[in-house]
Each structure stands twice: as C-alpha cells, then as structure tokens.
C-alpha cells in the first residue's frame, strides 16, 4: 500500500534551518511528480512546493521563495524539503503528497518561536 512518511519536524528559532524528509512507498516514485503542503492552525491547507518526476522542474509558493529548497532523490524514494530563514508565519504542520492524488502523509510539526 502506498505510505509517505515525513520527518524531520521540530522548534527552531526564526532565522533557522530545518530540513523535512518524506520517505515513500508503495508505487514507483520516480514516476510521480510530488508536492510538499502546509496547514496552519485554523488555516487551509495550502501547497509550499512542488517537483516534478525527474526534479528538473521545481515551484515555490511566494511566501517561501528564495528560502525554501524542495528536492528528491529517486534511489531513495524520498522527497525533502530544506527550509531555511524560517519566520514564525512558517509555523505549521507540513505534508507530503503523492503528486494530487488522495495520498498524503501524517504530517510533521515545524514551530519557529524564539
């Protein structure tokens, strides 16, 4: 069955680093483009970033462009997500998607707070 499974969540101060990690299974990975989405508390779910099947094709949500990096690794079938200059707006719980299929993960807490 299909699983995605991220990691990599936790507190950071702003200005910080974290890099979030969604490991899949399941399906053939390198033939799915991926998307990585936050939700906010009482806020919709909204997409941070995509990549597509082969990573040459990459896009951002505005509020993290230039400071969020989304990459996978086709070996590993696994997608990350390496987040830099973080802003207590970022705060949220982040997932991966399996392209725009019914298919997310649980989910990974990302708090920045000082």
């Known amino acids: 069955q299909v699983q995605l499974v991220e990691s990599g969540g936790g507190s950071v101060q702003p200005g910080g680093s974290l890099r979030l990690s969604c490991a899949a299974s399941?399906?053939?990975?390198?033939?799915?483009?991926m998307r990585w989405y936050r939700q906010a508390p009482e806020k919709e779910r909204e997409l941070v970033a995509y990549?597509?099947?082969?990573?040459?094709?990459?896009n951002y949500a505005d509020a993290v462009k230039g400071r969020f990096a989304i990459s996978r690794d086709n070996r590993k079938n696994t997608v990350y997500l390496q987040m830099n200059s973080l802003k207590p707006e970022d705060t949220a719980v982040y997932f991966c998607?399996?392209?725009?299929?019914?298919?997310w993960g649980q989910g990974t807490q990302v708090t920045v707070s000082s």
């Open positions: 998607r399996r392209g725009m299929t019914a298919y």
């Open positions: 399941g399906f053939t990975f390198s033939q799915n483009d």
């Open positions: 990549i597509s099947r082969g990573g040459t094709i990459t």
